[in-house]
C-alpha cells in the first residue's frame, strides 16, 4: 500500500474500511461543517489515517481541522497528504527539518472517461500511455501521478498548477512486475512554470513512485529538503 512508496522518515498509514475510523475531535468535525454520511466518512477515514502516520512519528493526539483553503492543518513541525478513492484511504506525513512537501494520490485502477485524457495530457504523455504495458490503466495512473504533482506544489507555493503545467513521463526500464499482480515504477515530472526556489535553487523537477494493483492505482512524491543528511528521495 502507501508504505512501500514512501522513504525511511516518512510515515504512511491506510485503510481500507472507513466504518473502522472512530468519531472525530470536536476541532475536526466543526472544521468539515455541514456534510453527507459520504463525505464525512471519507474526512474521518483521512483525518484516522493522518493521526496513525503522525503517531508513528512520534506525534500521538495530533488533530488535523481543515484550514480555510480546505486543506489540513498539519501540525507544526510536519508536512503530510491526504488521499481517498472509492474503498481506500491513505495518509503519509514527514518531518519538516528532512521534507519540503508530499503528495499522494489514490484511483481505482479503470479507465479515465474518454473526454478527460485529452483534457490532462500532452501529446507525448499519450504516446508513453499507448506504448506501455497492459494491465495497468495507465491513463489513470497518469491523473494519479499528476494529483500528486498538485499536492507537492500547492504548499510550496499557493499557486495554482493546471493539469498541462507539468509533464509525466513514465520510462519502461522503471516498471516492475511483481507476482503478476502488482506492478511498480517509478515517474519523473518536468514543470513548464517557474518552480519555487529551495535554498535559491529552483528544482528541475519532481520525481515520484507508483504502485498498481488490480483494484487500485497508488503515486507518491516526497520533495526533500535541501542538504537535509541522508535523504535524496523525491527531486531530480
Known amino acids: 500500500m502507501i508504505e512501500h512508496l514512501l522513504p525511511p522518515g516518512v510515515a504512511g498509514a491506510h485503510l481500507r474500511d ?7 475531535p470536536a ?19 483521512g483525518r484516522h489515517c493522518a493521526r496513525a502516520a503522525l503517531s508513528a512519528l512520534g506525534r500521538p493526539g495530533a488533530e488535523l481541522p481543515r484550514r480555510g483553503d480546505r ?8 508536512v503530510g497528504s491526504i488521499t481517498h478513492c ?6 503519509a506525513a514527514g518531518p519538516t527539518v528532512s521534507y519540503l512537501s508530499i503528495g499522494i494520490d489514490a484511483e ?8 478527460v485524457l485529452p483534457r490532462i495530457s500532452s501529446a507525448a504523455e499519450r504516446r508513453w500511455i499507448g506504448a506501455a504495458p497492459g494491465g495497468v490503466h495507465w491513463d489513470r495512473l497518469l491523473f494519479s501521478a499528476k494529483e500528486s504533482v498538485y499536492k507537492t506544489w500547492a504548499p510550496l507555493t499557493g499557486a495554482w498548477l493546471g493539469f498541462l503545467d507539468a509533464t509525466v ?50 503515486t507518491a512524491i516526497v520533495l526533500p529538503r535541501p542538504g537535509a543528511p541522508g535523504v535524496r528521495e523525491g527531486m531530480s
Open 108 to 115: 481505482p485502477n479503470e479507465p479515465l472517461p474518454a473526454v
Open 27 to 45: 476541532a475536526e468535525e466543526t472544521s468539515l461543517g455541514p456534510v453527507g454520511p459520504a463525505r464525512a466518512g471519507e474526512f474521518a477515514a
Open 169 to 218: 513521463t513514465v520510462e519502461p526500464a522503471e516498471i516492475t512486475e511483481v507476482a503478476g499482480a502488482h506492478v511498480t515504477g517509478r515517474f519523473r515530472v518536468a514543470l513548464h512554470v517557474p518552480p519555487p526556489r529551495m535554498n535559491g535553487v529552483p528544482p528541475r523537477g519532481f520525481d515520484g513512485r507508483f504502485l498498481a494493483l488490480p483494484d487500485l492505482l497508488l
Open 18 to 24: 472507513f466504518s473502522t475510523a472512530g468519531p472525530l
Open 71 to 78: 486543506a489540513p492543518g498539519w501540525p507544526a513541525g510536519t
Open 86 to 91: 472509492r474503498g481506500y484511504c491513505a495518509a
